[in-house]
């Protein structure tokens, strides 16, 4: 029974955290068609945002922790002018900027930093007894965040005018362009929010994991594995995918000893398996005609 409770706890968790990173990458790829692989990296930038603030500057955790959400926004939106903008319809080049992207913030904070870890305090402790189960708070306060955070998304995509300025961009840049909506600037907006959501779940996990120069790499391949088999640009695809896979990769770990380090290897085999057995994904969404 413990080991149960651990496992759904650490699945939920796992899968809820890299399901707010797929939403922002299927965001972003679905809008602008941006395969974004420094998406991860925002990721990591907004987690040592957090430890400088709380470590260095002597911020409040949950103070640090918005700050941090608020810079890594505006960083993304600066890299999307200074970067993507000019090459936005071409797959490959954004694809080989974004990857070089994320090898200079790697490097600036191996720089800086070295190659040590560190750890963040929690902005919530203790634990809750549920049974010969202990659940600490901080975890969660993680699902219980990610939930809000998919809720908000949704909401937002969903009822209000920038939401449906989105859609209609990710549906039909040329219809959305003719009734007046101005594509560069909702790209523009798209790379923020998706940005956003990767700082959001560095925010959750930085608490829990400790933070380091190369903690962008694994959740990358957890976030493409999720993206390929949820279906290119569905963010609900993403969502279950996510969760999906972070159960397997939990299950991996209770039951092998020591098999952490398979979890990417298990993200990688099913990214493969949907690739050529279901291209288009679990709602198959065909490459040329993504949908949000």
């Not at 600066?78 to 090459?87: M, S």
Request: hydrophobic share 60%.
């Amino acid at each position: 029974m413990e080991t149960l409770t651990n496992l759904v706890i650490h699945g939920l968790l796992y899968g809820g955290m890299c399901a707010i990173l797929a939403v922002g990458f299927a965001l972003i790829f679905g809008v602008a068609k941006i395969v974004n692989m420094a998406h991860t990296a925002f990721y990591m930038v907004a987690s040592f945002i957090i430890f400088i603030g709380v470590s260095r500057v002597g911020l409040p955790v949950w103070l640090a922790s918005l700050v941090s959400i608020l810079l890594t926004c505006l960083l993304s939106v600066i890299c999307y002018k200074l970067f993507f903008e000019r090459v936005k319809h071409h797959e490959t080049a954004v694809m080989i900027i974004s990857v070089a992207l994320a090898m200079l913030f790697q490097e600036i904070f191996l720089l800086i930093f070295g190659g040590h870890y560190h750890g963040i305090p929690a902005l919530v402790k203790g634990f809750m007894d549920l049974g010969v189960v202990r659940i600490s708070y901080k975890n969660l306060f993680a699902l219980g965040f990610s939930l809000i955070t998919l809720l908000g998304l949704w909401l937002l995509l969903s009822k209000t005018r920038l939401g449906i300025a989105i859609r209609s961009v990710a549906q039909d840049r040329e219809v959305a362009n003719l009734v007046g909506i101005n594509i560069n600037h909702i790209y523009m907006i798209t790379m923020g929010i998706s940005a956003g959501l990767a700082a959001v779940a560095g925010a959750i996990v930085a608490p829990i994991f400790m933070v380091h120069p190369l903690m962008w790499m694994q959740p990358l391949v957890m976030v493409l594995a999720a993206v390929v088999l949820g279906g290119l640009g569905s963010i609900k695809g993403a969502v279950i995918a996510a969760l999906i896979l972070g159960f397997a990769e939990s299950l991996v770990i209770f039951l092998i000893p020591d098999g952490s380090f398979l979890r990417g290897a298990v993200s990688l085999a099913v990214m493969v398996v949907v690739l050529v057995i279901r291209p288009e994904g679990l709602y198959g969404v065909v490459f040329e005609e993504e949908r949000l």
